[in-house]
């Protein structure tokens, strides 16, 4: 029967434009359930696509991997990524763009513009590094499709087919944006309650700007089996990127607990780029360069052993320091790092120093992945805006204070409205926030930036005050400068809703598109 469906569709091929590979038709639903996720229906098709040689239990499993980080974050090096591809052998480029409010500037993006709601910056980094997709099998794996994963892949393949590609394969894994379907999972039974304070979602449903489950890495991997060549996720985690080309080139079983763990560490150490290649490292005096400074590479092993390097001749540093910095880095109870595909022990980690560099990390240990995923939604909550003026000496101290209260008392008599009036002396306490007492008061300071923030449900309340902060400079304390960039205007506040979602209730959708 299965033949059958086959022989008529290919009769109906050449009518038609091809996006899918045609043996994603005729995969059985028990496959598809049991691999928790399911491949999207085809809306054109034009003709059958060789399958991929390179699927899971047909391509050759090499000696080891590399897999280089190019971004960890959406604003990040725009040269690295290309570096990574060109100063050194790769295997894979994984660039992580997302983080919890970059999804809600995505969706306000896309509601401008709806072709937009992508991080744009990686279409000009597959453009420049297509000859290597091409022509030296590098796979590219980025959750930069944000919450429209579609229409980065649309820009993709015209820029691709604009300089002649014609064999590019393009994945979209999606169906991570659940804003559209709050409604039906409340009625469902899933409250999504905050995992902080246990509220339903419903109680901020009409300020929800974004709704977005954290998928894993199966998706990925699926879509590097169907032959991708550059796979564009949502809401995929930071380590899920990394641990899918191990699974994929190892063969590994998603119910080898240890392995998952060693793919997921081995994405958390990289997920946040140069940060464990010498950026952002506490003994920063260590490193010799940071102008050109290299980003990380997991080189890879069958046996569940990796290591942390970067390209030779680059700057930076790779050292025990940097990658135990990094192990600490947003981890919360290290035994129980918890990810959609594994739970992760990093107490079992076992750092070696192997070379300049070269990192070994061996040891982990990983134990089973919970019933559910991670729901990461953000929300309007009102309004805020800041403003800063620098006072010099002398006096730097007591005139910013005194320009502050003059600010909350003019305020207080215009009748505005604020949740919180924050003030800040940058120079004296901006990181210790330690209270101003008299003996600071006494204390000269060459100068100090006095910083005011408010908050509040009133726009006009904020916007009015924001008129309020270059008067002070004539009718306040003598010596201010550093006043630039016109009078400040209040702006949304994006407050954060973390919430638990049962896995059964939504699955990842894997899509493969090819050039027309």
């Excluded at 300089?163 to 590019?168: A, P």
């Excluded at 990394?242 to 590994?252: C, D, K, Q, R, S």
């Amino acid at each position: 029967m299965k033949f059958r469906l086959l022989l008529i569709i290919v009769k109906c091929l050449n009518k038609v434009h091809a996006t899918l590979l045609i043996h994603d038709l005729i995969l059985t639903p028990a496959f598809e359930k049991s691999r928790g996720f399911f491949i999207s229906n085809p809306f054109e098709i034009s003709g059958i696509l060789d399958s991929p040689t390179n699927q899971k239990g047909y391509h050759q499993v090499k000696e080891f991997i590399r897999i280089a980080s190019g971004q960890g974050f959406w604003g990040d090096l725009p040269n690295a990524p290309i570096n990574q591809v060109r100063k050194g052998p790769i295997d894979y480029l994984v660039m992580d763009y997302l983080a919890e409010v970059t999804m809600s500037i995505m969706q306000k993006q896309r509601m401008r513009n709806p072709e937009w709601g992508y991080a744009r910056d990686f279409v000009g980094v597959v453009e420049q590094v297509l000859p290597e997709i091409t022509n030296e099998g590098i796979k590219v794996i980025s959750n930069a499709g944000g919450v429209n994963p579609l229409a980065c892949k649309d820009e993709i393949l015209k820029i691709a087919k604009g300089k002649g590609y014609t064999n590019l394969r393009v994945a979209v894994v999606d169906n991570d944006d659940i804003l559209s379907q709050i409604d039906d999972l409340v009625s469902d039974g899933h409250l999504l309650k905050n995992m902080d304070d246990g509220e339903p979602i419903t109680t901020v449903k009409d300020q929800l700007l974004s709704a977005n489950i954290y998928f894993g890495c199966r998706a990925v991997v699926k879509a590097l089996e169907e032959g991708a060549d550059v796979i564009i996720t949502g809401r995929v985690t930071d380590t899920g990127l990394t641990l899918a080309p191990m699974i994929y080139e190892f063969g590994w079983d998603f119910g080898d607990y240890d392995k998952m763990a060693v793919g997921t560490i081995a994405g958390h150490i990289i997920e946040c780029g140069a940060q464990v290649s010498g950026g952002n490292f506490t003994d920063w005096q260590k490193v010799e360069d940071f102008t050109d400074i290299g980003f990380p590479i997991i080189e890879a092993y069958p046996n569940g052993e990796f290591f942390v390097t970067k390209h030779e001749g680059t700057g930076g540093l790779v050292s025990e320091m940097t990658v135990k910095e990094q192990l600490l880095y947003e981890i919360g109870d290290p035994k129980e790092y918890i990810t959609p595909d594994v739970i992760a022990d990093f107490t079992t980690v076992q750092l070696e120093d192997a070379g300049v560099d070269r990192v070994k990390v061996t040891g982990i240990k990983g134990y089973p992945e919970t019933p559910t995923y991670k729901v990461s939604a953000s929300f309007t909550d009102g309004y805020k805006l800041s403003a800063t003026l620098v006072y010099s000496w002398p006096d730097a101290l007591a005139k910013a204070v005194k320009g502050a209260e003059i600010l909350e008392s003019r305020a207080q008599a215009l009748g505005l409205e604020f949740e919180e009036f924050n003030k800040e002396y940058l120079g004296y306490n901006g990181t210790t926030e330690a209270p101003v007492d008299q003996k600071a008061l006494d204390t000269e300071f060459d100068e100090i930036q006095m910083r005011i923030s408010v908050s509040g449900q009133k726009k006009a309340d904020l916007d009015r005050f924001g008129m309020e902060i270059a008067p002070l400079i004539l009718t306040g304390p003598s010596g201010v400068t550093g006043f630039a960039g016109g009078r400040p205007k209040a702006s949304e506040i994006v407050a954060y809703w973390p919430a638990l979602l049962e896995k059964k209730a939504v699955k990842p959708r894997v899509t493969i598109f090819k050039i027309d």
